[in-house]
């Protein structure tokens, strides 16, 4: 009998399961596996999750901008960008996030997949718009056979923005009141999506807050550790 390793749980990982009933395998590491940034940590934490052994995880030099990459193709240093988008089961493509929105798209008629980094300064030039509608051109996906998600990331309780923000983004994603400005990411996400053609009810938004769950590091808690989000085609079955 093999020795049952134990499993990654929902105490480590967030997941979408929508993503396990298409085939694929993703998720945002949570506080519990560590620094994502430091890349022994970030090997060594995804490689406990069983459904990850045997892929090389791949970071991208984020810069909040709207690069979506390959992640199949070989690049000599690491890409400047804050996108991937992948087919191949081999590949485990990371963000690296801590406030952002780490953002998936996927689709339920063939193995494509794409995660991306999208905080507020990617959302201002439209990241979950593009990051859709480059799915479709690239992969000939159609929008209703994509299923997106938004994982964990800095909620509307805690989006606190000064008013130079305002220009950026359309007033209903604002909550004002006498106390504060504050900007509402998974609303301004959603939006962008169902632009890109995406219908309602194939995405879904986490309302879990990075800066109020302890679960979670917070670039806002003046943390700079930093959780991965990744997503892989064809999770290798536990034997
Ligand atoms: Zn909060």
């Known amino acids: 009998m093999p020795i049952k390793e134990p499993k990654v749980s929902s105490q480590d990982l967030w997941q979408d399961l929508r993503m396990a009933d298409c085939g694929f395998f993703g998720g945002l590491t949570k506080r519990s596996l560590g620094n994502m940034k430091d890349v022994q940590i970030r090997t060594q934490g995804l490689l406990k999750i069983p459904e990850l052994r045997g892929k090389a995880p791949r970071i991208l030099s984020q810069v909040h901008g709207t690069k979506i990459f390959h992640a199949e193709k070989k690049a000599e240093k690491i890409p400047e960008g804050d996108g991937w988008i ?109 632009r890109s053609g995406l219908s309602e009810d194939s995405i879904r938004l986490s309302s879990e807050c990075t800066v109020c769950s302890p679960g979670y590091f917070s670039y806002r808690n003046g943390e700079a550790a930093r959780m991965a989000a990744f997503m892989t085609a064809g999770a290798q079955k536990e034997d």
């Not at 008013?163 to 983004?169: H, M, N, Q």
């Not at 006498?178 to 990411?185: F, G, V």
Request: aromatic share 12%; net charge neutral; charged share 25%.
């Open 86 to 194: 992948g087919r191949e089961q081999s590949v485990l493509p990371v963000v690296l996030v801590a406030d952002c929105v780490p953002l998936f798209i996927w689709s339920k008629k063939s193995p494509v997949f794409g995660v991306f980094h999208a905080g507020w300064r990617g959302l201002a030039k439209s990241f979950a718009y593009i990051a859709a509608t480059e799915m479709q051109k690239i992969f000939n996906a159609r929008a209703q056979d994509l299923l997106a998600s938004a994982g964990p990331h800095i909620g509307a309780c805690c989006c606190k923005v000064g008013p130079e923000i305002k220009e950026f983004f359309p007033a209903e994603d604002f909550i004002e009141d006498k106390k504060s400005l504050r900007l509402d990411l998974n609303f301004e996400t959603k939006n962008q999506l169902l």
